[in-house]
């Protein structure tokens, strides 16, 4: 198969060709169609988010179709899905069904964080494009439990934002419990999709994006957000939450300080510049400032089915494979809106 793949920090992905794996005992051997491009594939790259052993093939956004399934796991010492997170399962995938592919690869399942519903925790947890190979290949394999039905409404290169981009966005909107006006500080793959469930949810999304970026305002206004401006200005009115997606610690206090009394600014970002000192007033009157960490499979199973119900409509850049640096560094200098999308 080919493949882009990380061999070292600071060095481009290397074009390679290599044998195609197979699934081993309770995976999914996948043939990908499309896997879009995130942000934390750049922290990857430039060495912000360690990857311990490479090389390693990024990507973890992937939608494609099941071409063979691993054997059945053996019961004894078998991975048990923890109690709550496995109440609904998906039917087991057989070849032809489409699926996708998430940030959370794999979980231990026995932990405390894992038994008490939050495996998005676990200390032994796998993910995709870091420890597991991903999606800038022409097949991946992928532990079964971890899989996800794709809506039909979705072709694959608009169903692979949904996996992190759409995932983690809706994780750091239920982290905003009801707030009625929400801010969105850095409008890429995550806000545009956010935007739109939050029109659907009778919510206000208020769009900030670098000082003089209008293609991106004009953007997010389309996307239904009530205003767009500069992350420096305020907005309106004060905010009930906000939602940092942008990797720069420099929004924590402009966006505390655009923050109504008891409202919520949530990090949603594996990797952040360091946060500057602010004056405690900023966080004073019973503000939250708290971390998004990965996603569950309860994320999934909740927001795939909502997605077409929105609609959610998202808006790609398709690469070739042999052009994923070009992708990379087309998110990297803000060439886009939207996601790209790595097309093998």
């Not at 959610?312 to 990379?328: C, F, M, Q």
């Amino acid at each position: 198969m080919r493949a882009m793949l990380f061999e070292r920090v600071g060095d481009p992905l290397r074009a390679v060709e290599r044998d195609s794996p197979s699934p081993g005992p309770g995976e999914l051997l996948i043939r990908v169609h499309a896997c879009a491009v995130c942000r934390t594939d750049l922290h990857l790259l430039d060495g912000e988010v360690e990857i311990d052993e490479p090389p390693r093939i990024l990507g973890h956004q992937i939608v494609g179709t099941v071409e063979a399934v691993g054997a059945p796991v053996e019961a004894p010492g078998a991975q048990v899905d923890a109690p709550g997170e496995n109440a609904s399962p998906a039917p087991a995938a057989i070849p032809g069904d489409r699926v996708g592919v998430p940030w959370l690869g794999w979980t231990d399942g026995t932990c405390a964080w894992c038994r008490s519903g939050r495996e998005n925790l676990c200390p032994r947890a796998r993910f995709t494009g870091r420890d597991i190979d991903g999606g800038y290949a022409e097949y991946t394999v992928a532990d079964a439990r971890f899989c996800f039905p794709i809506p039909h409404a979705y072709p694959d290169e608009q169903a692979a934002p949904l996996m992190c981009a759409g995932l983690i966005g809706y994780r750091a909107l239920r982290l905003c419990g009801d707030a009625r006006r929400i801010g969105l500080y850095g409008f890429g793959a995550s806000a545009h999709i956010l935007a739109q469930v939050c029109a659907a949810q009778g919510r206000e999304a208020y769009a900030f994006t670098r000082a003089g970026d209008e293609r991106t305002q004009a953007f997010a206004r389309e996307l239904g957000a009530v205003w767009a401006g500069a992350s420096e200005e305020r907005p309106p009115h004060e905010l009930d939450a906000a939602i940092i997606f942008a990797p720069v610690g420099a929004l924590v206090p402009l966006a505390l300080a655009a923050l109504a009394p008891a409202g919520t600014v949530v990090c949603g970002g594996i990797h952040m510049s360091d946060i500057p000192s602010f004056p405690y007033e900023l966080l004073w009157q019973e503000r939250v400032l708290r971390s998004v960490a990965n996603l569950t499979r309860t994320d999934a199973r909740e927001f795939l089915p909502l997605a077409p119900q929105v609609p959610v409509r998202t808006r790609v850049s398709a690469y070739p494979l042999e052009r994923a640096n070009e992708a990379l560094d087309d998110l990297r200098q803000v060439r886009f809106t939207g996601s790209a999308v790595i097309v093998p």
